[in-house]
């Protein structure tokens, strides 16, 4: 039963390029069926249904534009040029309530230990890879996310927290220097990119929480589309703000070339995700977001293309997808070396 499920789903995920080939193995002696994928290590959980995406060993990335020098402001910016742009998506690191498995939703709770060593590893992963503005929710776990992530950039632009909420907040937080204007990277907040609300389930065990309304009634509260848990948001509501979200602010910018980093939550992500790829209600289900891993993609002649999960700087495979990225990447050898 499981295995047909999986491979039904494997199918419909196949068709969306999710996996190079069916070359998986199935594990004996726990439930997940492991496929290493383009970019992916997908595996399947038959406990729930469901696949696990996070990082594969080998992957392939893009990107991208020269890099200017903190000291010689180098103005070319092939980026606008080569019209396109790197979009990487991040979901926070492990949370204080992931480790309880609490239903977190909006809740503001703060990482693990583990989860902050998730976002520093996230953060050596993407850090060769030039960032202009990043966008996070308004939770604290995911701004961690971003803010430890960024530490890890060999650029060492600093990430500054934008504050727009009033007219004293943003001129109290003003910078009179262009010269260190150029060595930030602004971070937006953005209450639309939170976890979806988790309305009633907010603070309950999820084991507990399956054990009082069954494995399958908690699945469909999860998992389903358009199915609301009590008083929370479906996936589908949460799209309607997510996505909104991204049309209206991010896809701006990398129309106009910026590289833009998100850092968000499983569920704010999957529907971001699922607008990206173009999943249906159907195939969305079975598409689950690892900690802390960062997904690469590309946005080129209005497409996003997916390159998967960017590992260390030292894979050559990582900047093989764009002279620009193979040109940047240069630059910072050469600056930092
Ligand atoms: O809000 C939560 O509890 C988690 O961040 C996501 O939970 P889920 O995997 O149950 O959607």
Redesign the pocket.
């Known amino acids: 039963m499981a295995a047909t499920v999986f491979h039904q789903a494997i199918g419909t995920l196949q068709s969306h390029g999710y996996f190079n080939n069916s070359s998986f193995q199935q594990e004996h002696g726990n439930t997940s069926l492991r496929l290493m994928s383009k970019g992916f290590r997908v595996d399947y959980r038959s406990k729930n249904r469901s696949f696990i995406v996070s990082q594969a060993s080998t992957s392939q990335t893009s990107m991208f534009s020269p890099i200017s020098s903190p000291s010689k402001n180098n103005t070319t910016d092939s980026r606008k040029k080569s019209n396109e742009a790197a979009l990487i998506l991040v979901r926070h690191g492990e ?1 204080l ?2 480790e309880k498995n ?4 909006c809740v503001d709770v703060p990482l693990t230990r583990k989860g902050v060593e998730e976002a520093i590893e996230a953060g050596k992963r993407i850090s060769n890879i030039p960032v202009d503005v990043i966008y996070t929710s308004a939770l604290i776990r995911a701004q961690m996310t971003a803010m430890l992530a960024m530490a890890q950039h060999r650029h060492k632009k600093v990430p500054i927290v934008v504050h727009n909420e009033s007219e004293q907040a943003k001129s109290w937080s003003g910078i009179f220097s262009e010269e260190t204007k150029k060595q930030s990277i602004p971070v937006i907040t953005a209450w639309q990119l939170n ?2 609300m ?1 309305g009633e389930l907010q603070g309950l065990n ?1 084991q507990e929480t399956a054990d009082r309304y069954g494995k399958e009634q908690v699945h469909e509260w ?1 998992r389903s589309y358009d199915i609301p848990p009590p008083n929370g948001e479906s996936l589908e509501m949460c799209a309607e703000r997510a996505v909104a979200y991204f049309k209206e602010h991010i896809e701006p910018q990398l129309l106009s070339g910026k590289n833009v980093m998100i850092a968000a ?3 704010s992500l999957r529907s971001i995700i699922m607008y990206l790829d173009k999943l249906t209600s159907q195939e969305v289900i079975s598409l ?1 977001l690892s900690t802390g891993i960062p997904m690469l993609y590309i946005f080129k002649e209005g497409k996003f293309m997916r390159r998967g999960s960017p590992v260390g700087p030292t894979e050559a495979g990582v900047y093989a997808y764009t002279k620009n990225l193979a040109l940047y990447r240069q630059k910072l050898d050469e600056m930092f070396q």
């Open positions: 949370s309530w992931n609490l239903f977190t939703g976890e979806r988790y999820k999860r939550h499983g569920n689950e």
